[in-house]
Structures are given as C-alpha cells and as structure tokens.
C-alpha cells in the first residue's frame, strides 16, 4: 500500500509540475500574476464562502446522508453553471459563444441528481425496515 501512495503521490506531482510548466509557457497569458490572483479568489471564495455556507446549511435543515450529499452535488453543479448563466444573452454578436440553454440545462441536472438522491434514500429506507423484521 505504501508503494501505491508513493506512486500516485509522484505522478500527481509531476502532473501538476507539468500544469504549471504549461500555465508559465502559455503564450495566451500574458500576466501569470492575474493568473495566481485568480486561483486564490478562487481558494478564497471556495474554502471561505462556499463549503462553511454549505456546512452549515447542511447541518441545520437537512437531515440525513443522501440529502447532505445531494445538496453537495448541487452546490458543485451550481458553482460550474452559475457563469454561463449569468451571462446569457451576452454573446456580443458571435452565435457560437454560450450556444446552449444552460439555465434549462442545470434545473433538467438538479432535477435528474434530485430523483437519484431520493431514489437513493427510499432505497436506503426500504433495507433499513427490511433489516428490523
């Protein structure tokens, strides 16, 4: 098991040696400095805003695992679809930038992950009162 923690350990390294190798000798990004700015917003809105808020949503009005995970999984979703949606409509003339209903799009994935979630929970439910009898 050792070995394995040290291999991937090592291949993650290296990858993300070679992410930065590429992020530095990009020829599109002219300022690395904006880039290192926008990684830490990023770090500092997702460790500072986004996972407390989560936390304590989760732990006040939500009971149970599936429904604490689905809230998760929807944050997450939220989080990639919430810039393409507010952005809609502002294609500045080029059709082929933000093509896609994405606002229809992220409620059919909140929709399909919620039934998943709570089919997940009956299911759970069913077995936990199978057990009992």
């Known amino acids: 098991m050792r070995t394995f923690r ?6 993650g390294v290296g990858l ?20 290192l700015i926008w990684l830490v917003g990023g770090l500092v809105i997702h460790d500072g805003l986004w996972v407390p808020l989560l936390c304590v949503l989760g732990a006040t009005f939500v009971r149970g695992r599936v429904l604490r995970g689905w809230l998760i999984v929807a ?11 507010l952005r809609d409509g502002q294609n500045n003339g080029n059709a082929s930038l ?11 994935l909140l ?9 997940t ?11 009992r009898a």
């Open 6 to 11: 040290v291999v991937t350990a090592a291949v």
């Open 121 to 131: 929970a009956l299911w759970s439910r069913l077995r936990r009162r199978r057990r």
């Open 16 to 35: 993300i040696g070679y992410g930065v190798y590429g992020l530095l000798h990009d020829s599109f990004i002219n300022d690395p400095l904006d880039v």
């Open 98 to 108: 933000l093509p896609l209903p994405y606002l229809r799009n992220w409620l059919i």
């Open 75 to 85: 944050a997450a979703f939220t989080a990639v679809a919430l810039p393409p949606i």
């Open 111 to 119: 929709a399909v992950t919620a039934v998943a979630a709570g089919l």
